[in-house]
Nanobody, 126 residues
Framework: QVQLVESGGGLVQAGGSLRLSCAAS????????MGWFRQAPGKEREFVAA????????YYSDSVKGRFTISRDNAKNTVYLQMNSLKPEDTAVYYC???????????????????WGQGTQVTVSS
């Protein structure tokens, strides 16, 4: 079983950048496909980005494509989400998630991921 801990959230002005990290323990992260999701107050959890176990395949929601980049460093057991050109509508709690070996199909569905972190708050002020 893998444990996930997110970090890097905070308060940033619109147009700014943040880099979120998701550190894994318990199992080697290279065995897992990873995803980032977010949940704003009063809204459902939504898909943000996903990456295959090797890092060779990445997927993004339309709302973040071109602004966010998901990456991973399996040697450090860490997955990252670089967020640029942040907008107030990006404000949410961001969660990382893991699924053993293969990216889920569909990768946007949160219920397909077995392991979740506790989340980190991102607040973008206008």
């Amino acid at each position: 079983q893998v444990q996930l801990v997110e970090s890097g959230g905070g308060l940033v002005q619109a147009g700014g950048s943040l880099r979120l990290s998701c550190a894994a323990s318990g199992r080697t992260l290279s065995s897992y496909a990873m995803g980032w999701f977010r949940q704003a107050p009063g809204k459902e959890r939504e898909f943000v980005a996903a990456i295959s176990w090797s890092g060779g395949s990445t997927y993004y929601s339309d709302s973040v494509k071109g602004r966010f980049t998901i990456s991973r460093d399996n040697a450090k057991n860490t997955v990252y989400l670089q967020m640029n050109s942040l907008k107030p509508e990006d404000t949410a709690v961001y969660y990382c998630a893991a699924e053993f070996l293969q990216i889920p199909d569909p990768y946007e569905r949160s219920s397909e991921y077995d392991y979740w972190g506790q989340g980190t708050q991102v607040t973008v002020s206008s």
